[in-house]
């Protein structure tokens, strides 16, 4: 897809470029138990809107003394975003929905971000919804996120991390899925996928053993526009497809925790 | 010389210590120190040394121990640390009912105000609970087994505190966070409910504590952290509602440990800083109608003098510091020294000016007496050991250092080691 859009908008000039895979050479995994050295916002407050989002936030004008119309926020986070094709799907489907991908890759993110500033640039007033952000997810949710902020998460193809050793860097677990529901409101969804069986297994025990999620029933599912998106709409996902492999999908809503 | 304490921080456990921790029971009725793997104790109601006793079947600690804490009104009293055992005692009589084994070395201990669950963090950042006890209804207890309810992903929890009205658990970790979670009615089942977090430090949280005035009954939480501030938070909704600033005022850096009173109006709170620049406590005054802290007394020490804990009871007459380390490597001594000062003049009166009146008690004057320092200090002329206390400050600063604070490589160590990678592809 990079290639055709990128002869056809040669003449648009450099800006409007799509970014090409090939210069954004990237491990395919990155340890999420180092320390980070990269900057991280001390609270969610500290995010800044306007440098993901201008179409949302034009100019820094003096918007907090008229705050007539309540800021937009984030309402999609996809972890782990890769190179982006989710957001670039959901994008048209959610125009006025604010989404972000995480990453914690750097050349990668660098990737998504030229991508989508070349799409902004080819397609003028659309894309402006979706953003990315190098940030280590496992360890920063919550200074992204206020409680109840997001109303849907995605996990796609999640790295497997197959020895037992390594489980522990799972962005799935019983524990990080605890703040994963703080981030989510009540009702909120989260979509996990792999082509990975035992992750698969693994992701769906974890979120059936959780008490704040629900499995989402199979008839809303295929309701559901977004679910068609996971299968194909990532680059792993039409890796997958294209070598006619099998996917692993298992979708939870955040429920209230029953007391007791 | 940078690359040196990297590498001695990296490579080995060597040269770690583990600073020398003060208890006081909730009613005042004994102190303990920790120092390296002894516990020490003194009753100060019957004014006498304490034996301990140990009928859990389990090892004694046999390595430093981390973390201390009288619990659910000093009935209960909990010690663990790097020989990953968490041992629980009965302050009646003191003696060790349960020794339970943990998977990781442990770095905070807290129990529940109900006395029910004693609960310890480890240094991958999982939080256990372990029931004493009969257990929660419904669910057999099972004996002498951990269960893990709830994570930092992979951060040392530097602290674990429950809420004055024991229905939150709070933990801090060195990432900067400080989470509020529901304790709920059945721990063992796993605490997944996230109230909030504090966020707000800018360097590890070192230290907690809650302060519960009579008229805000549920209580405030503060919380102090390698970036020299103490917070003043609504942990409920995770509002920050003040700062108190210590590096802009004395050049300090990390304050690590903090204790409170929680009086009619007025709060103190002592910080110790691990830095030399202030060798003793700051106390504040927490203003709760206008929720704000300020500094109300610095209580300086001699020279050496770094605190490395502090002690409180519920209604405390005195402030209890100790100072001290598990060993010192470059003095290679056998015998482990600590030594403990106590700071009069907390008796509540209404007016606000009551912590002026803080000083130094001298040795003859304290509670218990020199006997008590005997005990405690494992000696009595510690406060001649000059050396010895300035090599005590340097070690635990050196150690907090690499345990806590990030470490910081400089460009041209990093430009180093992506060049020294394998695994580069290079440019056509």
Redesign the interface.
Known sequence: MSKNNNSTMRQNGQSARLPRKRFY?A?AHSN??S?S?FPIP??PADVDYSQHYPHFFPSERSDHDNGSTPTPKIRFADIGCGFGGLLVGLSPLFPDTLMIGMELRDKVTEYVKERILALRAANPGRYENISVVRTNS??YI??YFE?GQLSKMFFLFPDPHFKEKNH?RRVI???????Y??ALEVGGIIYTITDVEELGDWMRSCLED???FKAVPEEELEADLVVKLLSFATEEGQKVARNGGQTFRAVYRRIM?E?? | MEENLIEKGESSREGEVAPALIAIHPRDKSAVVAVGPELRVYDIAGNCPISLSDDSGGPSHSESIRAIGFGANGSVFASAGDDKLVKIWMPDSWHCTKTVYAEKRVSAVAVSRNGQHVVFADKFGLVWAIALGEGDEGQAPIDNKAVPILGHYCSIVTSLKFSPDGRFIVSADRDFKIRITVFPKRPLKGAHEIQSFCLGHTDFVSCLAFACPIDYPQGFLLSGGGDSTVHLWDFVSGRLLHTCDFGAQAGLVNSNGTEMEGGSAVIDSGCIFDKCSLHGIILLNCDFSARTLSIAKVVTMEESYVPTSLGLSDLPKHLWMVMGVSNIPTLGTTKLLSRVRVVSGFQKDPSDSCVHNAIIMGDGEIPGGEELLEKLQGSLDVAEEEVTLAATAAAVKTSMHNLLIKKQYSVEKRELQKRSRNDKKLKQ
């Open positions: 050479r491990r999420p138990l320390d050295h001390i609270s496992m360890k919550p200074n409680k522990r677990s019983l524990q990080l899925l605890d703040e529901a703080y959780h008490p704040m925790l007391d007791g």
